[in-house]
């Protein structure tokens, strides 16, 4: 492993109990361990997933003009939010396409803001250039602050046994402050699995602590947990269709083609809106859709997408398998005449053309939706 990666803090654990480490977004991560990613991505489904993800970067924003200054940059209102409130957003190019997605928590005296790893130093410099004009302060608070995700039906009924607040007071997409396994730790009502469950954030020092806290309590309490890898992250945030930068969202990508129209709320001044609203008006010539492949094969990012006729209409930015419904499965970009539901298209794999049809979205209902 190149020792220009950078380690989290939990590295060598994971090293300890056997993960198969890759570079992703210049960071060395887990990306499975010895059980393998299907059954984490089943385990996660069933009862309770552990995730370390502080490779993912935070922001705080202050000042006067905090509100008026992130409404121009994101493109959800966020003088819908209320103190504790998060909500996932996007922030966008002038050309449409997109900067990075974020979740963003309105908290007491400041903003808090989640980013993408591969994207910390862009987002970070990004927002920095739009400050002119406003009363602001940044910091990237990224060093000092741990990001650990708890996922599944059962995370919340183990992290209970850790703190002494009343977890289940905390709403969905919302936030608290409080004490788990002794340490104060922001604890987001968020995911991105598709399953109930946090993400929390706490001081760096104490992350072997907190990880460790929350394995021991699941053998304690009787409650399934174990740690998941970057491979199962991805079937998980795949099936309930949540999208991936540089998959489904990208500087090239804007959110209308992407099917996030929803995040954006087009009453702000947000940059990239005179664009947007353009191509509402006109319509898009490309669009995200979802397929299931008929033949057997194995679809990935960049295999071209075909119509019946041969000619090619698109390209594949995810493909797997997706434990949950026990199919080879995949979103493409294709020309929006073959965007509908029911559609025959195939996909080129080794040189071969295997057949699939386009399905609806998503593959897997989230919690929250149920």
Not at 11 to 18: A, I, K, N, S, T
Not at 51 to 61: K, L
């Amino acid at each position: 492993m190149s020792q220009k990666l950078k380690q989290t803090r939990l590295y060598h654990w994971h090293v300890e109990h056997g993960a198969r480490m890759v570079p992703f977004a210049g960071w060395a991560m887990p990306v499975q361990y010895p059980t393998g990613p299907i059954e984490e991505h089943h385990l996660t489904r069933r009862s309770a997933g552990l995730f370390d993800i502080d490779h993912m970067g935070q922001i705080t924003v202050t000042g006067p003009d905090a509100e008026a200054y992130l409404n121009r940059l994101v493109t959800w209102d966020i003088g819908l939010m209320t103190t504790y409130d998060a909500h996932y957003a996007l922030m966008c190019y002038e050309h449409g396409g997109i900067v990075d997605d974020i979740f963003i928590y309105k908290l007491p005296g400041c903003w808090f803001v989640v980013v993408n790893a591969a994207n910390l130093a862009k987002d970070y410099q990004w927002l920095q250039d739009h400050t002119a004009g406003y009363q602001v302060t940044l910091e990237d608070v990224s060093a000092d602050t741990y990001m650990l995700a708890l996922q599944g039906p059962k995370a919340l009924d183990l992290l209970q046994h850790l703190s002494p607040t009343n977890l289940s007071d905390i709403s969905r997409f919302t936030a608290a402050e409080a004490e788990i396994g002794g340490f104060l730790t922001l604890i987001g009502r968020t995911g991105y699995t598709g399953e109930d469950g946090v993400e929390l954030f706490f001081p760096a020092g104490y992350a072997r602590q907190l990880w460790a806290a929350i394995l021991n309590t699941g053998d304690d309490a009787g409650i399934e947990v174990k740690p998941v890898g970057l491979a199962a992250r991805d079937s998980l945030r795949f099936e309930p269709g949540f999208a991936l930068y540089g998959h489904e969202i990208s500087a090239e990508i804007t959110p209308l083609e992407a099917g996030l129209g929803w995040v954006c709320k087009f009453n702000t001044d947000f940059i990239g809106r005179e664009t947007l609203l353009k191509q509402k008006e006109t319509g898009v010539d490309k669009k995200l859709i979802s397929f299931e492949l008929i033949d057997k094969g194995v679809p990935r990012q960049d295999y071209p997408v075909l119509a019946n006729s041969g000619e090619e209409i698109g390209l594949v930015v995810t493909g797997l398998y997706a434990p949950t419904v026990d199919k080879y499965c995949g979103n493409a970009f294709v020309c929006a005449e073959y965007a509908t539901v029911g559609t025959q298209i195939q996909i080129v794999i080794r040189n071969q053309s295997k057949a699939a049809i386009v399905v609806k979205q998503p593959f897997y209902t989230p919690a929250y939706r149920k």
